[in-house]
């Protein structure tokens, strides 16, 4: 052995016997670069709308008491499918709350303890139900190719109805972007069938295709699903299908590659990287900020703005009956553009949050205890099944479903945005070709773990 491969080995070993230290230090450092670049923000005067950081004592014994089961728990990451939703809902949803939450002003110590245990619960239930032994049988019929020209001839016949009737504005402007979009909400309605075409084929369909591409080397899945999103763009505005596919696209190839497990620290470094590029931003006089604006503002300070406001909502005096157990009574009351227009003080704003918090707004606890059941058993029911079939569609759909609920009703991720549809396609999947050795060897370690 030579002694570098040496040294390689000494490392993997290390890493191995030392993963939670790792992961504790590499977050202790990622949450360090979420609070400085807020701060740094503030300070540049482009924190428009947010508020200078301010941890109150019950804050800091929150995170104290939280962070070290964030590190736990990611630093548990073996590259199941539920790994997706552990890893998104850790880093994004519930650090950012724990560091963040003071942006939108004050918050009560009793809001602040009520918003941790909101967040925290659902990985701990998913903890729990992951013990569960639970055998689920695969009987697949359609042929993996029968399936991706599915999905490829629903997303031409969406982008031809759609192309038939365009919003007024279409068009690439940068500047209308808002425009297309308050104009698609009227030109497709919420609840029709192309709404939901287009809904399922920007969040779902496309990214499915790019992964797909990833996974088999396919260009012309991956051309047809960029050339959608750019056709989506010209149409609604919209500019988050354009992450998915690229991230879709190398989660195939990290797959393909076998090389998941690790993904928690890719992830934890390549913040640090990025909060590098901004210390070097400021270092050459830079103004624009560009990866402090349009990654960890948006990423971070954002999303824990508008997680205080939907707190603030739930101890608020209410303008709209509503109780705790079962939420609103208002059948026209629909809780994103509700704290869209009283708290974001604009009544256009669309303003998402994570499925559980969403759901204890919209439904009370009733609701919030549909979330934390189903969420947990489905991504559990895609581990087992992966775990038995070795199909590598059950990871892409743990990451799609991960990624969604950390910004979406749980039930809105899962038929919207195609994730139903893709989950029975999947479940019914042939395997033709043998599963990749190295994809095989993976699946029987997880299995045995």
């Given at each position: 052995?030579?002694?570098?491969?040496?040294?390689?080995?000494?490392?993997?070993?290390?890493?191995?016997?030392?993963?939670?230290?790792?992961?504790?230090?590499?977050?202790?450092?990622?949450?360090?670069?979420?609070?400085?670049?807020?701060?740094?923000?503030?300070?540049?005067?482009?924190?428009?709308?947010?508020?200078?950081?301010?941890?109150?004592?019950?804050?800091?014994?929150?995170?104290?008491l939280s962070l070290p089961y964030l590190a736990w728990t990611i630093s548990r990451i073996t590259g199941l499918p539920s790994d997706f939703f552990k890893l998104f809902y850790s880093v994004i949803a519930v650090t950012s709350y724990l560091l963040l939450h003071s942006v939108y002003g004050p918050v009560p110590y009793i809001v602040i303890i009520t918003g941790i245990?909101?967040?925290?619960?659902?990985?701990?239930?998913?903890?729990?139900?992951?013990?569960?032994?639970?055998?689920?049988?695969?009987?697949g019929f359609l042929q993996s190719s029968h399936i991706d020209a599915l999905i490829a001839l629903v997303l031409l016949v969406v982008v031809v109805f759609a192309y038939m009737r365009p919003p007024a504005n279409a068009g690439f402007g940068l500047l209308d972007i808002y425009i297309r979009r308050l104009e698609g909400r009227h030109t497709y309605p919420a609840g029709t069938l192309l709404a939901y075409g287009l809904a399922m084929s920007m969040n779902g369909f496309s990214p499915y295709l790019a992964f797909r591409a990833g996974l088999k080397m396919r260009m012309d899945l991956l051309v047809l699903s960029m050339a959608a999103v750019v056709f989506f763009y010209w149409l609604l505005g919209v500019k988050a299908p354009f992450l998915y596919i690229a991230v879709s696209f190398l989660l195939g190839l990290v797959?393909?590659?076998?090389?998941?497990?690790?993904m928690a620290y890719y992830c934890m470094v390549a913040v640090l990287i990025l909060w590098m590029l901004v210390l070097v931003d400021l270092a050459w006089g830079g103004r624009n900020l560009v990866v402090a604006n349009y990654f960890f503002m948006r990423v971070f300070s954002v999303q824990a703005e508008t997680q205080s406001m939907y707190m603030k909502f739930l101890f608020d005096p209410k303008l709209i009956p509503w109780s705790w157990i079962t939420g609103s009574s208002d059948p026209s009351f629909v809780a994103t553009y509700y704290i869209g227009e009283h708290y974001s003080n604009n009544p256009d704003n669309n303003a998402n949050t994570?499925?559980?918090?969403?759901?204890?707004?919209?439904?009370?606890?009733?609701?919030?205890?549909?979330?934390?059941?189903?969420?947990?058993?489905?991504?559990?029911?895609?581990?087992?099944?992966?775990?038995?079939?070795?199909?590598?569609?059950?990871?892409?759909?743990?990451?799609?479903?991960?990624?969604l609920v950390v910004e979406q009703a749980f039930t809105v991720a899962m038929l919207s945005s195609g994730v139903a549809v893709l989950f029975l396609l999947t479940l019914f999947e042939r395997r033709i070709d043998p599963p990749s050795p190295k994809l095989e060897s993976a699946a029987s370690i997880l299995k045995a773990e």
């Open positions: 052995m030579s002694k570098w491969s040496g040294a390689c080995e000494w490392f993997r070993s290390f890493g191995n016997s030392h993963r939670y230290p790792i992961m504790l230090l590499l977050y202790l450092a990622f949450s360090a670069t979420v609070v400085h670049v807020h701060a740094i923000r503030f300070t540049d005067n482009s924190g428009s709308g947010l508020r200078m950081w301010n941890m109150s004592a019950t804050g800091w014994i929150g995170v104290v245990a909101i967040l925290m619960i659902p990985l701990v239930i998913l903890e729990v139900f992951k013990r569960i032994k639970l055998s689920l049988p695969v009987r797959v393909r590659k076998n090389i998941l497990r690790p994570n499925a559980f918090l969403y759901q204890i707004t919209a439904k009370g606890i009733m609701g919030y205890l549909a979330a934390i059941a189903f969420v947990p058993l489905f991504l559990v029911a895609l581990d087992r099944l992966f775990q038995a079939s070795r199909n590598p569609s059950y990871l892409f759909l743990g990451f799609l479903y991960g990624i």
